[in-house]
């Protein structure tokens, strides 16, 4: 079945560490996004990537970073300059065309040790 | 810019109990409407979407119609489960640029039996 897979499931970051979670599909999906969740306040987008080896910023950046080497891959590196970095992480993926919505993965929960 | 405002929860209703979960939208240009479900630790799923004014989209029991005269888009079901608990997000697609979709903040539903 295709759809996205992120991983890990549970994430543990140490002080000054930077940790990179995973984003797979396999939709063959050209756009994909990262978002950021945290108890009421739904969905902020951190980055996203219309096209391989191209990506923008999204409304939440800052302390972030990402790669789009290949069309199915799309992790999200959480740098040590990320000071508040405890949240859900989402990863969704869309054909970009017209009316298509967004497929999301089953996030990844970062805490701090 | 495109927002999507959406009532806040909790809302808790009793089994078989009817279900109005409001939302409206700001957006130019004519956006694509949707409702995700999200299940506790899990990512969004798509519930049902709308892309032109007086569709109604439809899944498991709940609706929604796409008013452009109102820019609403209410989430409804007639009779609904426990298993139903669960967060929903409205969300609208625009139809220019990379289609950023833009999400509201989230409404928590909890159905006791």
């Known amino acids: 079945d295709g759809g996205i897979t992120q991983s890990p499931k549970y994430l543990f970051r140490k002080e000054g560490q930077n940790v990179t979670l995973s984003c797979e599909q396999n939709?063959?999906?050209?756009?994909m996004y990262w978002y950021r969740q945290d108890p009421g306040q739904g969905l902020r987008l951190i980055y996203y990537?219309?096209?391989?080896?191209?990506?923008q910023k999204g409304d939440i950046a800052e302390g972030y970073s990402v790669s789009r080497e290949k069309k199915e891959s799309f992790p999200l590196t959480v740098t040590s300059a990320q000071k508040n970095p405890t949240a859900f992480y989402l990863c969704?993926?869309?054909?970009?065309?017209?009316?298509?919505?967004?497929?999301f993965g089953d996030g990844t929960r970062l805490s701090i040790l | 810019g495109d927002s999507v405002t959406q009532m806040e929860g909790p809302v808790t209703l009793s089994e078989e109990a009817f279900l109005t979960i409001n939302c409206t939208y700001t957006?130019?240009?004519?956006?694509?409407l949707f409702w995700y479900v999200q299940y506790p630790g899990e990512g969004l799923q798509l519930l049902l979407k709308?892309?032109?004014?007086?569709d109604k989209g439809s899944n498991k029991g709940f609706e929604a119609t796409y008013r452009k005269e109102t820019t609403s888009f209410h989430l409804e079901k007639g009779s609904v489960q426990v298993s139903d608990s669960a967060v929903y997000f409205c969300?609208?697609?625009?139809?220019?640029?990379?289609?950023?979709?833009?999400f509201g903040i989230g409404t928590k539903l909890q159905v006791i039996p």
């Open positions: 957006a130019t240009g004519y956006p694509s």
């Open positions: 969704a993926s869309t054909t970009g065309k017209g009316n298509q919505p967004q497929h």
């Open positions: 939709l063959n999906h050209d756009a």
């Open positions: 709308a892309t032109k004014a007086d």
């Open positions: 969300a609208l697609k625009d139809s220019g640029g990379y289609q950023k979709v833009t």
């Open positions: 990537s219309q096209i391989v080896n191209d990506f």
